[in-house]
């Protein structure tokens, strides 16, 4: 008999988290003179605890005891063989997921929600803002704050907003207060409305508004919080990879493949990191970070430094950019929907460790059905497209006759994304894809800014 869920224990759980800037190294954040920030510089927008953890070059940190105790809630999560899937596809792959769709917001954002919400905590913090995209991240971090304490102000994109209101709901019942973005609470989103009355918005305009509203408050007990991209949050997120490294010794298996959704890096980091480990070291492994033709950053987009934002809050960041003013089209994954990757991630990519693939929402939403309904759960947009590349390798196994491992991030749940399912399976979604000259049109913003080292860590 095949064993369908393989679990760890909660004494089994990993009680560190592995931190790959150990292992690479990086080019500097810049600031608007274009030299190397020190942590200081960004003490007004994160709590400091916070920023030592995104400079530091330990391999190993240990998690907070009280932050292991409510990741117990959901913790360790089940790594799922797929037999059902396998069988519809009449592949010789074995298909592993690490079902992250079970903490309570449903999706792997809490891994790195509850740490942020306990560090602000400790550090004397009241108060929280964050920007969210489909919803996913505003719904953890406002879970994580309702156990520690914390007022959460969630500025969420607007066609998601829009599209997924049930999010604003979730929200709501974790104590959360979400406004659609941009709005006109901060001067960010002022201009932005001015400009577009109808914008659709962005994650680059709801990183503005939520970081003006941190620094501007007075009482200096308010705090930027931010669900993917950046090094700590990459850091909380390996939890993913670590646990699933444990699951699969357990029935002796190791991945040929390894694939997970990129929006901003972080649902893709958690899963794949730890391998990434192994794979520096010598191991073989093919790992696909997946995107959308609409949002192409890793597979079109150059290498640059560029702001993380539209209104240049953030310091410049080495990374895979479409430009911060980049507004990306209303595509059916909110989560995906952002003009720049995680440094980490665009500097493995930069070395061909990692190989960026792309694809489109039709596709995407095919991907899913075929698992709900051979597996039987509704998968999040952001997950279809990493099943999308499952698929594409696990028939490509069938051609081959090789009996590949294949592991990928179940990043959430689509129980509040079936307005898009319905659009899928009434034939009325359409493939958004951006031209050549849209790109280099966005890309105009950062042609100044100075130019990342091409580094070589192998």
Known sequence: MITRKILLTEDEMPRQWYNILADIKMNPPLGPDGKPIGPDSLSKVFPMNLIEQEVSQERWID?????????????PSPLV????????LNTPAKIYFKNESVSPPGSHKPNTAVAQAYYNKEFGIEKITTETGAGQWGSALSFACSHFGLECKVYMVRISFDQKPYRKSMMATWGGNCVASPSTETKAGRDILEKDPDTPGSLGIAISEAIEAAVSDESGKTRYSLGSVLNHVMLHQTIVGLEAKKQLEKVGDYPDVIIGCAGGGSNFAGIAFPFVH???????????????????????????????????????????????????????????????????????????????????????????IILARSEGIIPAPETNHALACVIEEALKAKEEGKEKVILFNWSGHGLLDLVAYDKYLANEMQNIELDESEIEESEKVFADFPKPEIIKNR
């Open 278 to 368: 192994d794979k520096i070291n010598g191991k073989e492994i093919d790992i696909y970070p997946v995107e959308p033709v609409g949002c192409p950053t890793l597979t079109k987009a150059p290498f640059v430094y560029d702001h993380g934002d539209i209104a240049r809050y953030t310091p410049l960041l080495p990374m895979h950019s479409l430009g911060h003013a980049f507004v990306p089209p209303p595509i059916h994954a909110g989560g995906l929907r952002y003009h720049g990757m995680a440094p980490t991630v665009s500097q493995l990519v930069t070395e061909g460790i990692i190989e960026p693939r792309a694809v489109n929402q039709i596709d995407a939403y095919r991907a899913g």
């Open 63 to 75: 998690i907070p005891e009280p932050v292991l105790d409510i990741l117990r809630i959901w913790r």
């Open 81 to 88: 063989r797929a037999t059902f899937l396998e069988k519809a």
